[in-house]
């Protein structure tokens, strides 16, 4: 008697472990329209497969989602995904411990992985020296130039590809009563992509991929050359500052105030429910005077971390979810629903076949400029307590435009800012 | 006969008594600013890793960063202001809603309800006042020449700051005048009304200095507001911004531990900031109290 009870006792436990889904707590910093769509790929995700459970939890901004990570790691109660968007890359990267590679949990998980599937643009910036991946490609994004149709029809001009073809347009604009241009995000696109876009070397230690980068390298002619530029366009009435909120300089775009906006690719599904307009899209502009084969830009956005202390029935759990992830369905449908470009060639492939592009053209711009030629510089940059540094950069922006500053200031300002904050990290790194 | 000191006989009971208090207190406030403290001498890595007790380092960074500077003097004219402002139109509401003979009733609710407005909303509502596209104070401002934009001008963002942390602290302080004033016997107001014609006079002789004492109060509570919990009016209307021009010493902590990782900085900030709200809570009792009759 004893002995039957404590046999289906025992199938019982067998039957309910079997039946139990592994819980995977992915953390996240997509609100909004963006947060409906994770919570859909999880479900889609939930339901191709019953082992594990993927439960995702809105932690607000990118900062705030890192900060939660960080304080949960600390306690010993890490989540078991964690996404960190460009500016946190070099703080979980280069933390011993804290994050497990993503080509190691796949492996380990017996699942395919090839590094080359992914666009040349996206494999590096979250890759180590040797170009391991670390984190997994998320929501990619890049800098790309939209601009209003009929305010450049009736000015009579194209849509500019450098920044002297726009020096010779901007007037014409501005005799129709419009600002010419406007961007959102100062550090992401005069600072990082200026560098990249025109392959310049913005930081040592090869932009701080091959170790600890000690010395920030953006006081240089080319960026206080372009910095003057924008208070001399800004002073003529042709670059329109709303300060360093994303939205308020959206906003300008959207109420047509401006008739160029420099934003995100990723932008693009949220431009086309608020925009009245017929409206654009076309690659950042560059200078000829800098670099005339100017290459592609980097990936702004965020990677997702396998955060390391998990079981690895847990990680098999974060392998099957970055599988499936990586499908081309799966990155098709993020693509079409957010606008962030697909990470891998073959949902790219996917998206051309679909016919995506011959009915949203626009849609495409961002992806051909992550695939367009790079140089030795283009491949991403990797600098400690880069946060604060961006906040300096916002800060003396800011200064620059109400005429307290010169470039010349603003950039030696910056350049001592991020210079200590890189020799603080390195100090904390053991 | 000397009057001999009764001692009551007790043992541990008075203490056990008092336990749960000391046990809170403790728990969330002794053992944080130690840890605090104890941060503040180390210079460790986001994760808690790796960690290296560096002295006054810290501080001395804070000392020689020019943004700090800024962000002090900035707190302390934006609490200076916040304070005076509000209590001063606090005390004239309370004073003309006390004299008022009808609706009084209506006229408090309407002045104090705005007490229920939690700062994120508050700051919230604010948002879309003053934005530039949308915003009715906004457009009210540039329709009268002046070329209101707190997204790149200091001194607007300050305006706009000021403006919201003093309508939202004006509730506060008009309920405790209202209180205080009402506390003042009718036998006294009558005799002074013999006495002195003169309003003003009347108010400046006998109903201010018998509202010293809810005046102090009010003063010590208004400045640790505008210390500490115009954070959230601040995290959402302005972010610091422009050019770091709004950041209060508070917002930085939350910059620089929680946005940007930066322990050790963010600890020695708190522990500055916690002298110095003791300072000025002590300078209040020694120097302002004195003059306070209750």
């Known amino acids: 008697m004893f002995k039957k009870l404590a046999t289906s006792a025992a199938v019982l436990f067998a039957a309910n472990t079997a039946l139990a889904e592994v819980e995977i707590q992915f953390w996240h910093a997509m609100g909004g329209a963006l947060g409906e769509t994770v919570n859909e790929i ?27 990570g960080i304080s949960a790691f600390r306690a010993g109660e890490a989540p078991h995904i964690i996404q960190i968007f460009d500016a946190g890359a070099a703080t979980i990267i280069n933390a011993p411990g804290a994050a497990r590679s993503v080509e190691d949990v796949m ?229 079409r629903e957010t606008g962030y470009v697909p990470v891998t060639n073959a949902a790219y492939e996917l998206a051309k076949t679909e016919g995506y592009y011959a009915e949203n053209p626009d849609a495409e711009v961002g992806v051909q400029q992550l695939s367009l030629p790079g140089g030795e510089w283009s491949k991403g940059y990797r600098l400690g307590f880069y946060v604060q540094t961006r906040e300096v950069i916002y800060r003396e922006m800011d200064k620059l435009m109400a005429g307290d500053t010169t470039p010349e200031r603003a950039l030696s300002e910056i350049e001592k800012a991020a210079n200590q904050n890189l020799a603080r990290f390195a100090r904390t790194v053991q | 006969m000397t009057a001999q000191k009764q001692k009551l006989p007790h043992g541990i009971t008075p203490y056990l008594f008092i336990l749960p208090q000391l046990v809170i207190i403790a728990v969330f406030f002794f053992w944080p600013a130690a840890q605090a403290v104890h941060m503040s001498f180390m210079l460790e890595d986001p994760w808690g890793l790796a960690s290296q007790f560096v002295g006054f380092e810290n501080y001395a960074l804070l000392f020689s ?34 004299s008022v003979l009808r609706a009084q009733k209506s006229y408090r609710v309407l ?98 200095p018998l509202l010293a004492p809810t005046s102090f109060f009010l003063l010590v509570i208004n400045l640790t507001y505008a210390f500490f919990e115009t954070f959230g009016l601040i995290d959402t209307l302005t972010q610091g911004r422009p050019a770091g021009a709004t950041t209060t010493l508070v917002y930085k902590v939350y910059q620089d531990g929680f946005l940007g990782a930066d322990l050790g900085s963010s600890s020695a900030q708190s522990v500055i900031l916690m002298i110095l709200v003791l300072v000025l809570t002590a300078i209040q009792f020694r120097f302002i109290e004195r003059r306070v009759h209750y």
């Not at chain 1, 366009?233 to 709303?242: L, Q, S, V």
């Not at chain 2, 530039?132 to 305006?159: C, H, K, Y």
Request: glycine fraction near 8%; charge should be negative.
């Open chain 1, 107 to 335: 492996a380990s998980a017996g699942l395919d992985f090839d590094r080359t599937d992914y666009i040349s643009g996206v494999r590096s910036f979250y890759a180590d020296a040797d170009g391991k991946m670390i984190g997994m490609p998320f929501n990619s994004s890049t800098p790309v130039l939209y601009y209003n149709k009929a305010h450049l029809n009736a000015a009579g001009v194209q849509p500019p590809a450098t920044w002297e073809e726009f020096e010779a347009i901007a007037n014409s604009l501005k005799d129709n009563g419009h600002i010419a241009l406007a961007q959102s995000h100062t550090p992401w696109i005069f600072f990082e992509n200026f560098h990249s876009r025109h392959n310049l070397q913005l930081a040592d230690a090869q932009n701080g991929f091959d170790g600890l980068p000690t010395e920030i390298m953006y006081n240089n002619d080319a960026l206080a050359m372009h910095l003057g530029k924008v208070k001399a366009w800004k002073d003529a009435g042709y670059y329109g500052y709303f300060g360093q909120s994303w939205d308020d300089n959206q906003d300008a775009f959207v109420k047509e105030e401006v008739s160029m906006w420099l934003g995100s690719s990723g932008s693009f599904g949220g431009l086309k429910q608020s925009a009245d307009f017929d409206f654009g899209t076309t690659f950042l502009p560059y200078w000829e005077s800098v670099n005339e084969n100017a290459g592609n830009t980097f990936i702004g956005g965020a990677a997702l971390f396998a955060m390391s202390g998990h079981s690895s029935e847990e990680e098999a759990g974060i392998a099957t979810f970055f599988d499936f992830l990586t499908q081309p369905e799966t990155q098709y449908f993020w693509h």
């Open chain 1, 42 to 68: 999880a479900g889609q995700f939930n339901n191709a497969q019953s082992d594990y459970k993927l439960v995702p939890v809105f932690k607000g901004s990118y900062e705030e989602t890192m900060t939660a």
């Open chain 2, 65 to 98: 960063d020019s943004s700090y500077g800024r962000s002090f003097i900035f707190t302390l004219v934006f609490s200076f202001l916040v304070s005076l402002i509000s209590l001063a139109l606090a005390l004239l509401l309370a004073v003309k809603a006390n």
């Open chain 2, 111 to 208: 002045l104090t309800w705005v007490y229920a407005v939690a700062p994120a909303v508050a700051g919230l509502g604010a948002y879309f006042i003053f934005n530039r596209q949308i915003g009715v104070l906004s457009q009210a401002f540039n329709d009268m020449g002046w070329a209101f934009n707190p997204e790149t001008d200091p001194f607007d963002a300050s305006f706009m700051l000021i403006l919201v942390a003093v309508w939202k602290q004006v509730p506060v302080n008009f309920i405790f005048f209202l209180a205080g004033l009402q506390s003042i016997p009718k036998s006294l107001q009558e005799a002074a009304q013999i006495d002195c014609q003169s309003d003003s006079k009347r108010f400046f002789t006998i109903t201010f």
